[in-house]
Nanobody, 127 residues
């Protein structure tokens, strides 16, 4: 089955930037909806951004729109999340997710719309 491995998390001061990467392997060869979620302590995973690998259409949560950019490199099977102007409220565990269900890319984007998950990478933003 599809395997996802995140990297690129870390600690940064408010206003700084980080780029998360997700290496995808054992893909089915079909177009997929891929996304980034985050989990705050004591809560479920919330959608940050999604991208449909077949056409590049994207979705962003209102809180990150204009600061974060999701992208996918089809040749390398790599998913990215460029995070700029980070805020302390962005502190969370970030997860890469994927599904063959293209409809999962449309709003509202929910955790149960995705079938494959990475282990997560921590992002900590200090004020």
């Amino acid at each position: 089955q599809v395997q996802l491995v995140e990297s690129g998390g870390g600690s940064v001061q408010a206003g700084g930037s980080l780029r998360l990467s997700c290496a995808a392997s054992r893909l089915t060869g079909r177009w997929m909806c891929m996304g980034w979620f985050r989990r705050f302590p004591g809560k479920g995973r919330e959608a940050v951004a999604t991208i449909y690998t077949g056409g590049g259409s994207t979705y962003y949560d209102d809180f990150v729109r204009g600061r974060f950019t999701i992208s996918y490199d089809n040749a390398k099977n790599m998913l990215y999340l460029q995070m700029n102007n980070l805020k302390p409220e962005d502190t969370a565990m970030y997860y890469c997710a994927a599904t063959i269900r293209g409809s999962s890319c449309g709003g509202p984007v929910k955790e149960d719309g995705f079938d494959y998950w990475g282990q997560g990478t921590q992002v900590t933003v200090s004020s």
